[in-house]
């Protein structure tokens, strides 16, 4: 259960920051603000429960599962539309 977790946060993770990077080149500072936030704090969430809670051998499955739910989450994050037309 705790792979799936990580999986999911690495999925949400990455897909909220292509949509920082988004935010940031179109200047929306609140959002990209915002973004950078939760990016961050998942990201040092799953990375301490990682290091503090699993033994070396279930880290390293868990730090690559975490990356493939990173690599994911680009790839959802590059296919959605969300922030790619501007709000005038």
Do not use: C, H, P
């Not at 920082?20 to 915002?34: D, G, H, I, P, Q």
């Not at 961050?40 to 990375?47: D, E, H, K, Y």
């Not at 033994?55 to 959605?80: C, N, P, W």
Request: proline content about 0%.
């Amino acid at each position: 259960m705790q792979f799936i977790i990580y999986f999911i946060a690495g999925v949400v993770q990455d897909f909220l920051l292509t949509l920082n990077w988004r935010y940031m080149a179109k200047e929306k500072v609140f959002l990209a603000s915002l973004y950078s936030f939760l990016t961050t704090i998942i990201s040092f969430v799953v990375l301490y429960n990682i290091l503090t809670k699993l033994d070396q051998e279930r880290s390293l499955v868990a730090i690559v599962i975490y990356s493939v739910g990173i690599a994911t989450g680009t790839f959802l994050g590059m296919k959605t539309k969300i922030g790619v037309k501007d709000s005038k």
